[in-house]
């Protein structure tokens, strides 16, 4: 694939689909604008940008160094780099001299951030609680730019009697590039989970999984009974508008997306650092009435802010690995279940989380869009 000179090149960290819905919703704010546009695809990214219809170039790399020759050369050819959520893809490229606008849904929660990137062209924070602590501690990159969730636009909720008689279950970090999928029990545990809880129950509900690529495929040969599947961020979060009510992994864009579309919300138990310190957040500000957390059962092993990424991961997936074999732990999800489908959907107030929502901003591709073709001029 060969770039043109002037072109823009986005990439998303393949962590989650978090990175890449946020970077699509920048890019639907671009479209049309006679833009030629980039996109590299790797894993979870991928499984996204298959899916999309806007025009853009694909290019299927890998993001970490040493570069392909031929990422390489668009690196170098690219009018501005896009990174998303990324620090170590885009110091690279600015070590390389490119031009770089720093997109960063994560910044909250940072140990550190290497030297370089306060000096990136642009730094567009993606506003979250801790974020006014962290530009203190951190220190305020030189061209920061603090922006509203980059989710979809604002849209008026359905009514109850409006919504389908579906549950949406969102595992979205399932396929992430920091895990071993190969021995990650967390799909298979929450699937058979929520299965057991609906066949006890007898609850009469359609259910649709929603997950990576590699989750679903494993979870369609264990498991037939509902429908698994990995779809465009446009058509998750249309599900998620006309769900009865969502299961969700507590990421942060699908939080977002869910408080948007008024949906009541489960909590699933964290798979990761991010989701952990984000369930605690929401739950501080109320907006997370129901949920389980693995430290409901095990609060000593709750971990704290700003720990480096690699100690961080490898905490959370010790803390997963305990709790799979502890009966107590799924006693209490069990519990925690039952409650949200018999009677919590019913009882669900979204104004809260709207309001936390609105209050972080309501404005977000649309202005990082605008701060990306202000560099272009």
Request: overall charge negative.
């Amino acid at each position: 694939m060969k770039a043109k000179p002037g072109a823009l090149l986005f990439q998303a960290a393949p962590f989650c689909f978090g990175p890449i819905s946020t970077t699509l919703n920048m890019v639907r704010q671009l479209a049309g604008k006679g833009l030629e546009i980039v996109m590299i695809g790797e894993g979870p990214t991928n499984n996204l940008l298959k899916r999309e219809n806007l025009e853009f170039e694909l290019l299927d790399a890998s993001t970490t160094a040493p570069f392909s020759d031929e990422l390489s050369k668009i690196i170098e050819r690219a009018n501005l780099v896009i990174s998303n959520t990324d620090p170590a893809f885009a110091s690279a490229c600015m070590r390389r001299g490119a031009r770089v606008a720093v997109v960063d849904t994560l910044y909250w929660m940072w140990d550190r951030l290497d030297p370089i990137l306060l000096e990136s062209d642009a730094y567009l924070i993606q506003n979250f609680m801790g974020t006014a602590e962290q530009l203190e501690r951190l220190g305020r990159p030189r061209n920061t730019v603090l922006v509203g969730p980059l989710i979809t636009a604002p849209e008026l909720p359905l009514r109850r009697q409006e919504r389908e008689n579906f549950i949406l279950i969102s595992l979205g970090g399932c396929d992430c590039n920091l895990v071993d999928h190969c021995q990650d029990p967390y799909p298979g545990m929450i699937f058979e989970m929520v299965e057991k809880v609906i066949r006890e129950n007898d609850m009469d509900l359609e259910i649709i999984w929603t997950t990576g690529e590699r989750p679903a495929s494993n979870l369609n040969g264990r498991f037939n009974t509902h429908r698994v599947g990995t779809f465009s961020n446009q058509d998750h979060v249309a599900l998620m508008r006309r769900a009865k009510g969502v299961i969700l992994s507590p990421g942060i864009t699908g939080s977002m997306e869910a408080f948007e579309a008024g949906t009541p919300v489960f909590f699933l138990p964290p798979q990761n650092y991010s989701q952990a310190l984000q369930l605690r957040a929401f739950r501080e500000k109320g907006v997370a009435p129901f949920g389980f957390s693995w430290y409901d059962v095990y609060p000593d092993l709750s971990p704290p802010p700003y720990l480096p990424e690699e100690q961080a991961v490898s905490q959370i997936r010790q803390t997963i690995e305990r709790c799979a074999s502890d009966q107590r732990v799924w006693d209490a999800l069990y519990q925690a279940l039952q409650l949200f489908l018999r009677s919590g959907i019913a009882r669900y107030d979204p104004k809260p989380a709207r309001e936390l929502r609105t209050a972080l901003g309501t404005d977000g591709p649309l202005k990082a869009a605008q701060a990306i073709l202000q560099l272009l001029d």
